[in-house]
Protein backbone atom coordinates (compact mmCIF):
# COMPACT_ATOMS: atom_id res chain seq x y z
CA UNK A 1 0.00 0.00 0.00
CA UNK A 2 2.84 2.21 0.95
CA UNK A 3 4.62 1.44 -2.11
CA UNK A 4 1.52 2.37 -4.52
CA UNK A 5 0.73 5.22 -2.59
CA UNK A 6 4.31 6.51 -3.54
CA UNK A 7 3.99 5.80 -7.51
CA UNK A 8 0.21 7.35 -8.09
CA UNK A 9 1.32 7.49 -11.70
CA UNK A 10 1.56 3.55 -11.96
CA UNK A 11 -1.99 3.61 -9.98
CA UNK A 12 -3.47 1.73 -13.24
CA UNK A 13 -1.00 -0.73 -13.93
CA UNK A 14 -0.47 -2.17 -10.98
CA UNK A 15 -1.76 -5.32 -9.35
CA UNK A 16 -1.42 -7.02 -6.23
CA UNK A 17 -1.45 -10.99 -5.95
CA UNK A 18 -0.54 -13.00 -3.08
CA UNK A 19 0.90 -16.17 -5.19
CA UNK A 20 2.15 -14.58 -8.54
CA UNK A 21 4.25 -17.85 -9.30
CA UNK A 22 1.20 -19.53 -10.35
CA UNK A 23 1.00 -17.48 -13.86
CA UNK A 24 3.45 -18.94 -15.74
CA UNK A 25 1.04 -20.38 -18.74
CA UNK A 26 -1.27 -19.29 -21.34
CA UNK A 27 -3.98 -19.99 -19.84
CA UNK A 28 -3.39 -18.74 -16.42
CA UNK A 29 -1.93 -15.77 -18.02
CA UNK A 30 -5.10 -14.96 -19.60
CA UNK A 31 -7.35 -15.26 -16.64
CA UNK A 32 -4.32 -12.22 -14.84
CA UNK A 33 -4.91 -10.03 -17.68
CA UNK A 34 -8.67 -10.88 -16.98
CA UNK A 35 -8.49 -9.90 -13.66
CA UNK A 36 -6.14 -6.99 -13.89
CA UNK A 37 -8.41 -5.23 -17.04
CA UNK A 38 -5.97 -5.20 -19.71
CA UNK A 39 -2.50 -7.07 -20.85
CA UNK A 40 0.75 -4.86 -21.12
CA UNK A 41 0.71 -2.91 -24.42
CA UNK A 42 4.49 -4.52 -24.59
CA UNK A 43 3.38 -7.94 -23.80
CA UNK A 44 5.94 -7.35 -20.51
CA UNK A 45 5.48 -7.74 -17.12
CA UNK A 46 7.51 -6.21 -14.20
CA UNK A 47 7.37 -8.15 -11.26
CA UNK A 48 7.83 -6.70 -7.72
CA UNK A 49 8.04 -9.09 -4.98
CA UNK A 50 6.98 -8.00 -1.36
CA UNK A 51 8.48 -9.67 1.77
CA UNK A 52 11.71 -11.39 3.02
CA UNK A 53 14.44 -13.15 0.89
CA UNK A 54 13.69 -16.78 2.57
CA UNK A 55 10.42 -16.38 1.08
CA UNK A 56 11.41 -14.74 -2.50
CA UNK A 57 9.67 -16.01 -5.52
CA UNK A 58 10.42 -15.36 -9.15
CA UNK A 59 7.49 -14.93 -12.03
CA UNK A 60 8.41 -17.02 -15.72
CA UNK A 61 8.71 -14.19 -18.33
CA UNK A 62 8.32 -11.37 -16.28
CA UNK A 63 11.37 -8.98 -15.29
CA UNK A 64 11.74 -9.97 -11.00
CA UNK A 65 12.61 -7.24 -8.51
CA UNK A 66 12.91 -7.86 -4.72
CA UNK A 67 11.13 -4.97 -2.56
CA UNK A 68 13.51 -5.48 0.81
CA UNK A 69 12.90 -4.35 4.20
CA UNK A 70 14.94 -6.73 6.44
CA UNK A 71 18.71 -7.07 7.25
CA UNK A 72 20.23 -10.02 7.76
CA UNK A 73 23.80 -8.80 8.77
CA UNK A 74 23.82 -11.27 11.24
CA UNK A 75 22.90 -14.88 9.64
CA UNK A 76 21.55 -17.53 11.30
CA UNK A 77 23.86 -20.66 11.90
CA UNK A 78 23.42 -23.42 10.78
CA UNK A 79 24.97 -26.74 8.97
CA UNK A 80 22.26 -26.55 6.49
CA UNK A 81 23.43 -26.77 3.00
CA UNK A 82 20.13 -25.26 1.06
CA UNK A 83 20.84 -22.30 -0.38
CA UNK A 84 18.54 -20.19 0.80
CA UNK A 85 18.96 -20.55 4.92
CA UNK A 86 21.24 -17.49 5.52
CA UNK A 87 19.07 -15.29 4.04
CA UNK A 88 21.36 -13.58 1.78
CA UNK A 89 20.72 -16.20 -1.27
CA UNK A 90 18.08 -14.75 -3.97
CA UNK A 91 16.85 -16.79 -6.86
CA UNK A 92 18.74 -16.97 -9.84
CA UNK A 93 16.17 -14.82 -12.26
CA UNK A 94 15.98 -11.95 -9.35
CA UNK A 95 17.68 -8.96 -11.28
CA UNK A 96 17.22 -6.00 -8.58
CA UNK A 97 16.68 -5.20 -4.65
CA UNK A 98 14.81 -2.18 -3.43
CA UNK A 99 15.55 -1.81 0.00
CA UNK A 100 13.56 0.35 2.40
CA UNK A 101 16.68 0.86 4.77
CA UNK A 102 20.49 1.71 3.09
CA UNK A 103 21.53 -0.05 6.22
CA UNK A 104 20.38 -3.52 4.38
CA UNK A 105 22.85 -6.14 3.79
CA UNK A 106 22.96 -6.74 0.28
CA UNK A 107 21.54 -10.39 -1.00
CA UNK A 108 23.11 -11.91 -3.82
CA UNK A 109 20.95 -13.92 -6.88
CA UNK A 110 22.52 -17.43 -7.06
CA UNK A 111 24.96 -17.36 -10.14
CA UNK A 112 25.49 -13.32 -9.31
CA UNK A 113 27.95 -11.94 -7.56
CA UNK A 114 26.56 -8.64 -6.90
CA UNK A 115 22.77 -8.04 -7.53
CA UNK A 116 21.78 -3.88 -8.08
CA UNK A 117 20.25 -2.63 -5.18
CA UNK A 118 18.21 0.62 -5.39
CA UNK A 119 17.81 2.74 -1.94
CA UNK A 120 13.93 3.59 -1.85
CA UNK A 121 13.80 6.88 -1.04
CA UNK A 122 11.84 8.02 2.69
CA UNK A 123 8.57 8.89 1.37
CA UNK A 124 7.96 4.88 0.54
CA UNK A 125 7.86 4.37 3.72
CA UNK A 126 4.65 5.77 5.00
CA UNK A 127 3.19 7.46 1.43
CA UNK A 128 -0.16 5.57 2.38
CA UNK A 129 -0.71 7.20 5.91
CA UNK A 130 -0.66 11.04 5.15
CA UNK A 131 -3.19 12.53 6.84
CA UNK A 132 -3.72 9.41 9.01
CA UNK A 133 -1.94 10.57 12.08
CA UNK A 134 -4.85 12.31 13.59
CA UNK A 135 -8.28 11.91 14.82
CA UNK A 136 -9.81 10.19 17.48
CA UNK A 137 -11.57 7.58 15.66
CA UNK A 138 -14.25 5.06 17.22
CA UNK A 139 -14.03 2.07 19.32
CA UNK A 140 -11.58 -0.83 19.40
CA UNK A 141 -14.46 -3.55 17.52
CA UNK A 142 -14.16 -0.81 14.84
CA UNK A 143 -14.42 -2.73 11.34
CA UNK A 144 -10.89 -2.90 9.93
CA UNK A 145 -9.56 -3.38 13.52
CA UNK A 146 -9.97 -7.27 14.66
CA UNK A 147 -9.08 -8.30 18.42
CA UNK A 148 -9.34 -11.44 19.80
CA UNK A 149 -8.23 -12.79 22.63
CA UNK A 150 -5.84 -15.83 22.80
CA UNK A 151 -8.48 -17.77 24.69
CA UNK A 152 -11.07 -17.01 21.80
CA UNK A 153 -8.63 -17.20 19.19
CA UNK A 154 -9.76 -19.70 16.38
CA UNK A 155 -7.51 -20.63 13.65
CA UNK A 156 -10.03 -21.39 11.03
CA UNK A 157 -12.25 -18.09 11.78
CA UNK A 158 -9.09 -15.79 11.71
CA UNK A 159 -7.95 -17.22 8.25
CA UNK A 160 -11.24 -16.63 6.72
CA UNK A 161 -11.57 -13.19 8.23
CA UNK A 162 -12.61 -10.84 8.82
CA UNK A 163 -13.34 -11.89 12.21
CA UNK A 164 -16.72 -9.72 13.27
CA UNK A 165 -17.86 -11.67 16.41
CA UNK A 166 -16.05 -9.21 18.36
CA UNK A 167 -13.93 -10.21 21.59
CA UNK A 168 -16.05 -10.65 24.82
CA UNK A 169 -12.56 -10.56 26.68
CA UNK A 170 -11.67 -7.33 25.34
CA UNK A 171 -14.69 -5.41 26.24
CA UNK A 172 -14.05 -7.22 29.84
CA UNK A 173 -10.23 -5.86 29.43
CA UNK A 174 -11.29 -2.44 29.06
CA UNK A 175 -14.11 -2.11 31.93
CA UNK A 176 -12.72 0.71 34.52
CA UNK A 177 -12.26 -2.07 37.37
CA UNK A 178 -10.08 -3.90 34.76
CA UNK A 179 -8.53 -1.95 33.17
CA UNK A 180 -4.82 -1.81 32.18
CA UNK A 181 -2.32 -0.31 29.66
CA UNK A 182 -2.18 -2.01 26.43
CA UNK A 183 1.10 -2.13 24.83
CA UNK A 184 1.63 -3.75 20.86
CA UNK A 185 3.73 -6.23 20.28
CA UNK A 186 4.59 -6.15 16.39
CA UNK A 187 5.20 -10.32 15.81
CA UNK A 188 7.73 -11.49 12.33
CA UNK A 189 5.81 -14.80 11.56
CA UNK A 190 8.51 -14.50 8.69
CA UNK A 191 11.15 -14.64 11.13
CA UNK A 192 12.08 -18.17 12.52
CA UNK A 193 14.04 -16.84 15.56
CA UNK A 194 12.01 -14.24 16.46
CA UNK A 195 11.81 -13.95 20.36
CA UNK A 196 8.30 -12.61 20.37
CA UNK A 197 6.87 -15.95 22.72
CA UNK A 198 9.75 -15.41 24.98
CA UNK A 199 8.74 -12.07 25.60
CA UNK A 200 5.36 -12.79 26.06
CA UNK A 201 6.17 -15.64 28.45
CA UNK A 202 8.54 -13.30 30.49
CA UNK A 203 6.12 -10.79 30.98
CA UNK A 204 2.88 -13.25 32.21
CA UNK A 205 5.71 -14.05 34.52
CA UNK A 206 6.01 -10.39 36.24
CA UNK A 207 2.54 -10.20 36.65
CA UNK A 208 -0.45 -11.77 38.18
CA UNK A 209 -3.27 -13.27 35.16
CA UNK A 210 -6.21 -12.14 37.21
CA UNK A 211 -4.97 -8.72 37.78
CA UNK A 212 -2.18 -7.89 35.24
CA UNK A 213 -0.05 -4.60 34.99
CA UNK A 214 -0.93 -4.32 31.13
CA UNK A 215 -2.00 -6.09 28.75
CA UNK A 216 0.03 -7.40 25.23
CA UNK A 217 -1.82 -7.09 21.86
CA UNK A 218 0.00 -9.29 19.74
CA UNK A 219 0.29 -7.51 15.95
CA UNK A 220 1.44 -10.42 14.01
CA UNK A 221 2.66 -9.79 10.26
CA UNK A 222 3.96 -11.34 7.14
CA UNK A 223 2.72 -14.52 6.07
CA UNK A 224 -0.83 -13.90 7.88
CA UNK A 225 -2.21 -17.42 6.84
CA UNK A 226 0.60 -19.48 9.31
CA UNK A 227 -1.83 -19.51 11.85
CA UNK A 228 0.46 -22.72 13.01
CA UNK A 229 2.72 -20.92 15.02
CA UNK A 230 -0.10 -18.29 17.12
CA UNK A 231 -1.22 -21.85 18.13
CA UNK A 232 1.86 -22.93 18.59
CA UNK A 233 2.12 -19.47 20.98
CA UNK A 234 -1.48 -20.57 22.70
CA UNK A 235 -0.39 -23.77 23.33
CA UNK A 236 3.12 -22.46 24.97
CA UNK A 237 0.95 -20.43 27.19
CA UNK A 238 -1.17 -22.57 28.61
CA UNK A 239 2.06 -25.11 29.52
CA UNK A 240 3.60 -22.20 30.94
CA UNK A 241 1.88 -19.22 32.89
CA UNK A 242 0.86 -19.94 36.27
CA UNK A 243 -2.57 -19.58 35.83
CA UNK A 244 -2.97 -20.65 31.65
CA UNK A 245 -6.82 -19.48 31.46
CA UNK A 246 -6.62 -16.42 33.30
CA UNK A 247 -3.43 -15.38 31.00
CA UNK A 248 -4.76 -16.32 27.83
CA UNK A 249 -8.01 -14.56 28.34
CA UNK A 250 -5.44 -11.42 29.28
CA UNK A 251 -2.80 -11.61 25.74
CA UNK A 252 -4.31 -10.43 22.47
CA UNK A 253 -4.18 -10.68 18.99
CA UNK A 254 -5.17 -8.46 16.04
CA UNK A 255 -4.73 -6.98 13.19
CA UNK A 256 -5.80 -3.57 10.84
CA UNK A 257 -7.10 -4.33 7.39
CA UNK A 258 -8.10 -0.87 7.49
CA UNK A 259 -6.17 1.97 7.48
CA UNK A 260 -9.28 4.11 8.53
CA UNK A 261 -9.11 1.96 11.38
CA UNK A 262 -5.74 3.54 12.65
CA UNK A 263 -7.50 5.83 15.40
CA UNK A 264 -9.34 3.37 16.69
CA UNK A 265 -5.92 1.06 17.23
CA UNK A 266 -3.98 4.22 18.89
CA UNK A 267 -7.14 5.01 20.82
CA UNK A 268 -6.34 1.83 22.44
CA UNK A 269 -2.33 1.37 22.66
CA UNK A 270 -0.14 4.45 22.20
CA UNK A 271 3.22 2.61 22.52
CA UNK A 272 5.12 -0.74 21.03
CA UNK A 273 7.33 -2.73 22.39
CA UNK A 274 9.91 -3.61 19.22
CA UNK A 275 12.17 -6.97 19.13
CA UNK A 276 15.64 -5.75 18.29
CA UNK A 277 16.39 -9.37 16.55
CA UNK A 278 13.66 -9.25 14.02
CA UNK A 279 15.59 -8.28 10.62
CA UNK A 280 12.79 -5.85 10.31
CA UNK A 281 12.76 -3.99 13.09
CA UNK A 282 14.22 -0.52 11.55
CA UNK A 283 10.64 -0.55 9.12
CA UNK A 284 8.56 -1.53 11.77
CA UNK A 285 9.77 1.05 13.73
CA UNK A 286 9.23 3.86 11.19
CA UNK A 287 6.38 2.47 10.14
CA UNK A 288 4.83 2.36 13.85
CA UNK A 289 6.83 6.27 14.25
CA UNK A 290 4.60 6.98 10.75
CA UNK A 291 1.39 6.19 12.47
CA UNK A 292 1.53 8.16 15.56
CA UNK A 293 2.53 5.13 17.79
CA UNK A 294 5.67 5.52 19.81
CA UNK A 295 8.20 2.61 18.95
CA UNK A 296 10.30 1.11 22.05
CA UNK A 297 13.51 -1.09 20.93
CA UNK A 298 13.55 -3.17 23.94
CA UNK A 299 16.49 -3.86 26.19
CA UNK A 300 18.80 -6.60 25.03
CA UNK A 301 20.72 -7.19 27.54
CA UNK A 302 19.77 -10.96 28.05
CA UNK A 303 21.65 -13.77 25.29
CA UNK A 304 20.22 -17.12 24.15
CA UNK A 305 20.28 -19.15 21.28
CA UNK A 306 16.67 -20.01 19.66
CA UNK A 307 16.78 -22.47 17.32
CA UNK A 308 13.92 -23.26 14.83
CA UNK A 309 12.95 -26.43 12.36
CA UNK A 310 12.08 -24.85 9.32
CA UNK A 311 12.03 -25.89 5.22
CA UNK A 312 15.68 -25.05 5.03
CA UNK A 313 16.53 -26.99 8.02
CA UNK A 314 17.61 -26.32 11.75
CA UNK A 315 18.74 -23.22 11.98
CA UNK A 316 19.94 -21.53 15.78
CA UNK A 317 20.07 -17.70 16.19
CA UNK A 318 21.90 -15.55 18.56
CA UNK A 319 18.93 -13.85 20.05
CA UNK A 320 19.22 -10.79 22.67
CA UNK A 321 16.22 -10.39 24.69
CA UNK A 322 15.44 -8.12 27.53
CA UNK A 323 16.30 -9.58 31.02
CA UNK A 324 13.86 -10.20 33.95
CA UNK A 325 14.62 -6.78 35.96
CA UNK A 326 14.59 -4.77 32.42
CA UNK A 327 11.45 -6.36 31.56
CA UNK A 328 10.10 -5.64 34.67
CA UNK A 329 11.22 -1.55 34.58
CA UNK A 330 9.41 -1.35 31.00
CA UNK A 331 6.28 -2.80 32.83
CA UNK A 332 6.40 -0.31 35.88
CA UNK A 333 7.17 2.55 33.67
CA UNK A 334 3.62 1.98 31.37
CA UNK A 335 1.51 1.98 34.83
CA UNK A 336 3.30 5.23 36.28
CA UNK A 337 0.86 8.28 35.88
CA UNK A 338 2.32 9.49 32.85
CA UNK A 339 1.47 6.52 30.69
CA UNK A 340 -1.75 6.45 28.71
CA UNK A 341 -4.49 4.78 29.29
CA UNK A 342 -6.89 3.07 26.66
CA UNK A 343 -9.41 5.38 27.33
CA UNK A 344 -7.03 8.70 26.81
CA UNK A 345 -6.52 9.82 23.23
Not at 9 to 18: A, D, H, M, N, P
Not at 91 to 98: E, N, T
Not at 180 to 206: C, D, K, Q, Y
Not at 235 to 243: C, G, K, P, S
Request: glycine share 8%; aromatic share 6%; proline share 8%.
Amino acid sequence: MAFAAANPELSGKLFFTSMPEMFFTPTSLRALWEAAGAAPSDGGIVHLRFGGTRNARVLKGARNGLVLAEDHEAPPLTASRHPFASGLVLPAHMRRVFAYSRRVARPAAIGSDRTPLTALPDEYMAADLAGRRGGRGRDAAAEGLEIVSLAEFRSNAWAAGPVREGSADLAAALQPRNRAPFVLLPWNLNHPGTAVPTLIERTLSLQRAARPTVRLLVLPFNYPGQTGLIRRMIRHVRATADDGAAALQGVFVGRLSSLASLPALRRLARVAWVDGNDPEYDWTMRRLAASGIEPLLMDADDAVTISAETRYGLLHFDTKLPSLRSLRRLIEERKSPGALTPSQD
